[in-house]
């Protein structure tokens, strides 16, 4: 009878633990649960299958979805890389082969972006894009195009001035350089690993280093554009593109800040990229402006009424670069930041933002904001909020 009952209880224990060790397979803070990896793998499939079924073989690499209709854009949008990247984020959370197959499709179809010098934001198609598929592959195959694509974006260097030009000389600026440009310093980075070439290396740090001196308010927060003189390398002008007025803190330019500094951290572990990435992280975390939920107006200076904009792309990024940060601080601020993280990525997984499945057009988030100021992708499914939420995901899962 005795030797029954401890045969039953050990049944039960081990039917226990299996159904507690599957359940638990992706509740890592009770945010990535199976119900949330079913939404996006069945969302992403529908996009999928709706750029199959578009005619236009040119219209393969979806940006948003405005009024139900699916905006396409040719690899040399900025936004070309975050399709990609999103499928790699979505095979690395899922492991199922079919994102990865796709990645790799897309991603390839991206080659011939290395030789593009028109803007700076090479860093972004490439990184998400070729980057993620060596990160995820640990490949060598694709460091051909990591080391020439950097070489295009230092074609933008001014090394007079010693920073990267983001856009071309245009009616209103010379030299414009935008808060966004961090963001392109990983591909440098990467090159020099690649080809042992320091040029990349000291591009990335000259940059950084006039970006901390001039972009910065006493408050922490950024400026958006800054317009330098090509031949003295003074300052013109200090202004915004996309924020709501040139002494204002767009919200997603703070976010980028962040995320740029964070990253420099990472690659040079030079104090003082941290000390500015802590900064700008304590300046969208006690901006009295940031609403309940964590997900910012499109601008931090915004009146805040009920129909004002959130931007979730802000958010996502915030949330993503956070989870990179809190690894880098001590035992206290790691809870602080990976608490705040969560917090963030939570607000981005309900309701609220997070689409329903078979909506949306099948992008992940609800209401972010492209550009207020040129009326363009208001409230919007923007394929960068996707690809840094997931992004987040996945560093949460780690
Ligand atoms: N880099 C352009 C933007 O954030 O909208």
Excluded at 108 to 113: D, K
Excluded at 140 to 147: C, E, G, P, R
Aim: with cysteine; glycine share 4%.
């Amino acid at each position: 009878m005795y030797k029954i009952m401890k045969q039953n209880n050990i049944l039960f224990l081990t039917i226990l633990s299996i159904l507690l060790f599957s359940s638990c397979k992706h509740t890592e803070n009770n945010i990535i649960t199976n119900d949330l990896i079913t939404v996006i793998e069945s969302q992403y499939e529908l996009l999928f299958e709706s750029i199959q079924s578009e005619k236009n073989t040119k219209k393969f690499l979806p940006r948003n979805n405005i009024k139900g209709e699916i905006g396409y854009i040719p690899t040399y949008d900025w936004t070309s890389g975050f399709y990609p990247g999103s499928l790699w984020e979505i095979y690395n959370l899922t492991k199922n082969e079919i994102w990865k197959k796709r990645a790799l499709d897309y991603t390839e179809r991206m080659e011939s972006v290395k030789f593009f010098t028109n803007n700076h934001d090479i860093g972004f198609m490439i990184g998400c894009s070729f980057g993620n598929a060596i990160k995820t592959l640990k490949t060598t195959k694709y460091d051909a195009i990591i080391v020439q694509a950097a070489t295009s974006l230092a074609s933008r260097y001014r090394a007079k001035i010693g920073v990267i030009q983001s856009w071309n000389k245009g009616s209103k600026w010379s030299c414009p350089v935008i808060i966004d440009n961090m963001m392109n310093l990983e591909l440098l980075f990467h090159a020099t690993r690649i080809s042992g070439d320091s040029t990349y290396y000291n591009i990335a740090i000259r940059h950084a280093n006039n970006t901390l001196k001039n972009h910065f308010r006493e408050d922490s927060s950024s400026y958006h554009v800054l317009d330098y003189d090509l031949e003295s390398g003074a300052i013109v002008a200090r202004n915004t593109h996309q924020g709501y007025a040139d002494e204002s803190a767009w919200a997603r330019g703070q976010s980028w800040g962040l995320y740029g500094f964070t990253v420099m951290y990472r690659e040079t572990k030079d104090t003082r990229y941290l000390e500015q990435a802590v900064k700008i992280a304590n300046f969208i975390k006690n901006h009295p402006n940031l609403p309940e939920d964590q997900i910012p107006y499109w601008d931090f200076n915004v009146k805040a009424e009920k129909d004002t904009p959130r931007d979730a792309s802000a958010a996502a990024i915030t949330a993503s670069a956070l989870l990179e940060l809190c690894t880098y601080v001590d035992e206290d601020s790691n809870k602080i930041y990976k608490d705040w993280a969560i917090e963030i990525i939570r607000a981005l997984s309900s309701k609220a933002y997070l689409a329903e499945k078979g909506t949306n057009n099948g992008f992940l988030l609800k209401h972010s904001v492209g550009s207020l100021p040129h009326n363009s992708e208001i409230n919007a499914a923007i394929n960068y909020a996707d690809y840094y939420y997931l992004e987040a995901l996945n560093r949460l899962k780690i």
